[in-house]
């Protein structure tokens, strides 16, 4: 990935994709002190930026660090690196990190950087494979209590439960995996939120301990306004055989129906179609 022509924003400057680089003492590679954000631009826009943008200071504020750029200054390189690529519908990833200024556990005396670098991805899933829905199994690793990690944050150390259980479900030919909570309940997916549908209502967890999705905002907001209650409550693995659809929303996967997760069955029906049509519409402003 690091071989390849084009630029990377770092720190204020456009660098040559392939010396974007950070000295191998960097804290946030010892220590996991670093936020991120995935986005995507459609037809030249970034779809809700200035959100993804406010999430990344949440995120690095939830890891006691100050970004060093305002959320206007970080939407305008957003864009600007987006331009510099000559890209018009590609996914944006803007990083916030602890830098190499100082190696221990505290990290006072280090500085933060932000990088933003941005690359073509059409589509997570091919559409014959999101039409059919795809398949999870559960997850090894829980997604931790709030006062054991600030799951709040998008923060990349989070990210090892979802990297060891994504790649161990890829392993055995799913597409991904669905995680549990501490206490039990169904959390989220290792990169996306999770949606149940039963006799035409909406169920999805709380955010609490998952990540507040925007895709997540978006899609509730979409189907209130098409009339559809959104019911957002705990969900016990065993209630999974009482759901007819389900389907993720992210950045990544947009919507995307899934046809089974462990033991259980959906079949990607007119509600789940519905919203990933509307959604797809609506980054487009089609
Ligand atoms: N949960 C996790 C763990 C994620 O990584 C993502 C992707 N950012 C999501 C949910 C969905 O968030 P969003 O809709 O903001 O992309």
Redesign the pocket.
């Known amino acids: 990935f690091d071989d390849r022509d084009g630029w990377i924003w770092m720190d204020g400057d456009f660098v040559p994709w392939r010396d974007a680089k950070t000295h191998v003492l960097t804290h946030a590679l010892h220590y996991g002190s670093s936020v991120f954000?995935?986005?995507r631009m459609y037809d030249g826009e970034i779809f809700?930026l200035t959100?993804?943008s406010e999430?990344l200071r949440r995120s690095a504020e939830l890891l006691d660090f100050e970004l060093p750029y305002s959320v206007a200054e970080i939407d305008a390189a957003c864009k600007a690196t987006c331009e510099r690529m000559g890209l018009r519908d590609c996914y944006v990833r803007p990083v916030a990190y602890r830098g190499p200024e100082q190696v221990s556990v505290s990290a006072g005396k280090t500085k933060v950087h932000v990088a933003i670098a941005v690359w073509d991805w059409p589509s997570y899933f091919d559409p014959e494979t999101k039409a059919k829905g795809i398949r999870l199994e559960w997850a090894k690793w829980r997604r931790p209590d709030p006062m054991t990690a600030p799951s709040a944050a998008?923060a990349a150390g989070?990210?090892m439960i979802?990297t060891l259980s994504k790649t161990a479900a890829e392993k055995r030919g799913y597409a991904d995996a669905m995680m549990l909570d501490w206490r039990g309940y169904v959390a989220?997916?290792?990169?996306?939120?999770v949606f149940f549908v039963r006799d035409g209502v909406i169920h999805t967890p709380p955010i609490d301990g998952?990540?507040?999705?925007?895709?997540?905002?978006?899609v509730t907001a979409m189907a209130e306004a098409k009339g559809i209650e959104v019911i957002v409550r705990h969900i016990r693995p065993e209630e999974l055989s009482t759901f007819s659809e389900c389907f993720l929303?992210?950045?990544?996967?947009e919507v995307t129906p899934v046809s089974e997760i462990g033991e259980y069955r959906f079949t990607p029906g007119a509600l789940t179609l519905d919203l990933m049509d509307s959604y797809s519409r609506l980054v487009r402003r089609a």
Request: hydrophobic share 25%; with cysteine.
């Open positions: 954000e995935g986005e809700k959100e993804h999430r998008k989070l990210y979802c989220e997916a290792t990169g996306a939120n998952i990540l507040d999705g925007i895709t997540r905002q978006t929303t992210g950045t990544a996967v």
